[in-house]
C-alpha cells in the first residue's frame, strides 16, 4: 500500500508565501516522477509543477518565478515554495508520483489534496 500525504497548506494574504511537502509512503522501490497539480472551484485539475526526465522542471506559465518545486529523494518527498501567492492561486493542491515501483510493477498515485486559500 502506498500514501502520499500533503502538508503545508492554508489561508495567505496575497503577496504570502507558503510552503506544501508530499511525503510518500509504502513498499516503494523507486519513484520516477513527483509534481504537483491544483484544482479550483469549477475547472479542470491543472499541473503546477513537476521533475520530468533527467531531474528537470516544468512548470505551469502563471507559476513561473514565484513557485519552486524540489525533491528529497532519500525521503520520497516532493515541496513546493509558493512565493508572491495570488488570490487566483487558491485551490486544492494535489502531489501526484507516477513510476512508482512497488515490486515488479509501476503505478500512478495522487494524495489527497490540501487547500491553499489566498485572501485578504
Known amino acids: 500500500q502506498v500514501q502520499l500525504v500533503e502538508s503545508g497548506g492554508g489561508l495567505v494574504q496575497p503577496g504570502g508565501s507558503l510552503r506544501l511537502s508530499c511525503v510518500a509512503s509504502?513498499?516503494?522501490?523507486?519513484?520516477?516522477?513527483m509534481g504537483w497539480y491544483r484544482q479550483a472551484p469549477g475547472k479542470e485539475r491543472e499541473l503546477v509543477a513537476r521533475?520530468?526526465?533527467?531531474?528537470?522542471?516544468k512548470y505551469a506559465d502563471s507559476v513561473k518565478g514565484r513557485f519552486t518545486i524540489s525533491r528529497d529523494n532519500a525521503k520520497n518527498t516532493v515541496y513546493l515554495q509558493m512565493n508572491s501567492l495570488k488570490p487566483e492561486d487558491t485551490a486544492v493542491y494535489y502531489c501526484?508520483?507516477?513510476?512508482?515501483?512497488?515490486?515488479?510493477?509501476?503505478?500512478?498515485?495522487w494524495g489527497q489534496g490540501t487547500q491553499v486559500t489566498v485572501s485578504s
Open positions: 521533475f520530468i526526465s533527467g531531474g528537470r522542471t
Open positions: 509504502g513498499n516503494i522501490v523507486s519513484i520516477s516522477v
Open positions: 501526484n508520483a507516477d513510476g512508482v515501483r512497488v515490486g515488479a510493477y509501476t503505478y500512478q498515485y
